[in-house]
């Protein structure tokens, strides 16, 4: 099944490389504000399609372009699909950009590649025999200080995004590491967390494809993948950070408050901490708007802490609760 997989993303890889000679003739079009979608996205999309149904026709197909359109619609077996991750950068002629598929069996992702066609860089993993770039083994990185970190992100640009929540989380990642980079393609980066070339990935809005084949190769690299209050099943949440288990960790103590399934105390602090610094002036302006938004927690995902319950008489002269 890998090697149906890398020759699918191959041959994704090679119409990919093809246009990228001429990336100007290619006609794009907009899903919506800053979302594009090209032909060269749909072309390697039905290739990569045609490969793995011709050798597993009974599989299921969840693919960025064209869903579940294509391929059996109650498998136990499903190809889970982004043919071109990184749109933007390709029709800048920025050259940041790959392929990813991954296998999923009943719902566990057991079958990964990541194919970068500038560099011709095979990214792989199979379920509990490790990662690989190309031929080698490859480990997430040892670095177990967040402030000798380089951390990668993915900017927010979709309409409705919480751009002001993100530049908060951002400063806090920012204040804490040697550096944060946003290269586009959130496949690659998370191939790159399992190769060490990074230390450690965070990113909201994602989708399914774009972060199923990286969890994969992040995990068999012996690093942890989950979102960012550190539940594992984030596939769906929408949030993703990785990292090896030292930096995850910070990363999940850093992140955790910004969450949509953080409890209200959680928003609480982090709500309070921007008015008070908005009060001394060491915030800038806007800081306060920044903050998060409280959204309705699940009885699944709400978390409750010692520090959330106040006791039900306030001493004289403490501040009052912070809203929820």
Known sequence: MLNVAIKAARAAGAIINRAALDVESVRVSVKQTNDFVTEIDQAAEAAIIETLLTAYPGHGILAEESGSEHG?????????????????????????????????????????????????????????????????????AKR??????????????????????????????????????????????????????????????????????????????????????????????????????????ALVGTLGKYSKFAGAGDKATVRQAALDAAADGSAPAGAEAATPTPEKTTLKSKRIKAGDVRPAATPPGSPPDAPF
């Not at 970068?116 to 199979?126: E, G, L, M, W």
């Not at 990935?201 to 550190?230: C, H, M, Q, R, Y």
Request: some cysteine.
């Open 144 to 249: 177990t200080r967040l402030q000798e970190c380089l951390i990668s992100t993915g900017f927010p640009y979709r309409p409705g995004d919480k751009l002001k929540t993100y530049l908060n989380m951002l400063g806090d990642v920012m204040s804490q590491t040697a550096g944060v980079r946003r290269p586009g393609a959130a496949a690659l980066d998370l191939a790159y967390v399992a190769a060490g070339y990074s230390d450690g990935f965070f990113e909201a809005n994602l989708k399914p494809w774009d972060v199923a084949a990286g969890s994969l190769l992040v995990t068999e690299a012996g690093g942890l993948i989950g979102n960012f209050t550190g539940e594992a099943d984030f596939m769906d949440h929408g949030e993703c950070v990785a990292g090896n288990p030292r930096i995850y960790g």
């Open 72 to 140: 059996a619609k109650d498998s136990d077996f499903v190809w889970i699909i982004d043919p071109l991750d990184g749109t933007t950068n390709f029709i800048h002629g920025f050259p940041v950009y790959c392929v990813s598929i991954a296998l999923a069996v009943k719902g566990k992702v057991e079958q990964a590649v990541v194919y970068d066609p500038t560099r011709n860089d095979i990214f792989c993993a199979t379920k509990g025999r490790g990662a690989y770039q190309n031929d080698r083994r490859i480990r997430v």
